[in-house]
């Protein structure tokens, strides 16, 4: 993991752009009200998904069973394989491997709603995803 520059805050926390760099919102939902100059790039299809989000919030699913739906759900294949014999997508692998190398040149900051001090948030598990030898 050494020489990566990959941190995760809570989108709300102050905006530090010497050590955050790029931020990315990796949330489904935006938040109402949010403003634009809170983050750089917002990547939806790098949240959870609704179900899986409202699941997890209403208790239904423990943090362990969460942690490993959602990477399951990283790694899905879109309708645009259904099209493609050839290449297929296989979900996000391509984003991902894309900010491990981004995060390899300068800073980026994975952000969602959820404070600071959160530890069970999606963002944790992104993060260390991205880091592992998976992508």
Sequence with gaps: MC???LRTR???SPINRTTDGLRILVTRFRGRGLAGSRYDVWMPNLGPSEQLLGSFQNRRLSWA???RQYRKEL???GPIDLRSRTI???GQKFTLRL???L???RPVTLMCHCAEDQLQCHRHVLRKLI???RV
Excluded: I, T, W
């Design 3 to 5: 020489g990566y520059m």
């Design 10 to 12: 809570s989108v709300s």
């Design 65 to 67: 069973r969460f942690s």
């Design 75 to 77: 790694f899905l294949d």
């Design 88 to 90: 297929k997508n296989h």
């Design 99 to 101: 900010l491990k190398q």
């Design 103 to 105: 995060a390899r040149q």
């Design 131 to 133: 880091l592992s030898n």
